[in-house]
């Protein structure tokens, strides 16, 4: 399976921008690039995906390098309830079935 | 609250035996995925269902093993059980296999002692 390369953690505050990166040199061309994030006791909730163009919904935008080798998650306006693990993960259509390989995350602080 | 509904919320139960962790999908999904969370491990793949075939495995021991039943929900066994078992287990649900978005439950949280 592909892997992710994700910062153990980052801090933010409240109501500024947050960029959250991610590698993944050895992405393949039929593997999308997911963001996932899990709350504290919650399981996790997803984010955002795309393959190649940078994606925009309501919860962030995601920038995709040219080479697809790295990938940056963007919360536009951090917020108190932001504050979770928010996993990168590339998943690989290509398989009869769909597996989501969780790497280890980056944790998000925010601070008020 | 995503939809999927999982029973027990916290089991606590001895090495050597065996437990039923029950997941109910989102109405109208079809596919079930099982996930193991723990502290050394992390987030793990163990299995998914789609209309009641297995359709993707991941991580799962022998010792484990799960089915979808015609109403669709899901029920992962788990015996012989060993400390290490001891984990949150989640199971998320989506309409297909193959699709953009899983969605997750709150997960049972299984202690082995």
């Known amino acids: 399976d592909a892997k992710t390369t994700q910062p153990n953690s980052m801090e933010s505050n409240e109501e500024e921008p947050v960029h959250l990166p991610c590698n993944h040199s050895?992405?393949?061309?039929?593997?999308?690039i997911h963001w996932y994030r899990q709350l504290p006791s919650q399981g996790p909730e997803y984010v955002i995906h795309?393959?190649?163009s940078n994606v925009n919904n309501r919860m962030a935008s995601l920038a995709i390098a040219e080479d697809r080798k790295s990938s940056t998650l963007i919360l536009h306006r951090a917020t108190l309830r932001d504050a979770a693990v928010y996993y990168c993960?590339?998943?690989?259509?290509?398989?009869?079935?769909?597996?989501?390989?969780f790497g280890t995350g980056t944790r998000l602080a925010v601070r008020p | 609250d995503s939809g999927v509904t999982q029973t027990p919320k916290h089991l606590i139960t001895a090495t050597g035996q065996r437990v039923t962790l029950r997941c109910s999908p989102r109405s109208g999904d079809l596919s079930v995925y099982w996930y193991q969370q723990s502290l050394d491990q992390g987030l793990q793949f163990l299995i998914q269902?789609?209309?009641?075939?297995?359709?993707a495995k991941g991580n799962i021991l022998e010792r484990f093993s799960a089915q979808q039943f015609p109403d669709l929900h899901s029920e992962l066994n788990l015996s012989s059980l060993e400390l290490g078992d001891s984990a949150l287990y989640f199971c998320a649900s989506s309409v297909a296999p193959r699709v953009d978005e899983q969605f997750f439950g709150p997960g049972t949280r299984l202690t082995v002692l």
């Open positions: 269902y789609y209309n009641g075939e297995e359709r």
């Open positions: 993960i590339l998943r690989d259509v290509g398989s009869s079935g769909d597996k989501l390989t």
């Open positions: 795309g393959l190649t």
């Open positions: 050895t992405i393949s061309g039929t593997d999308y």
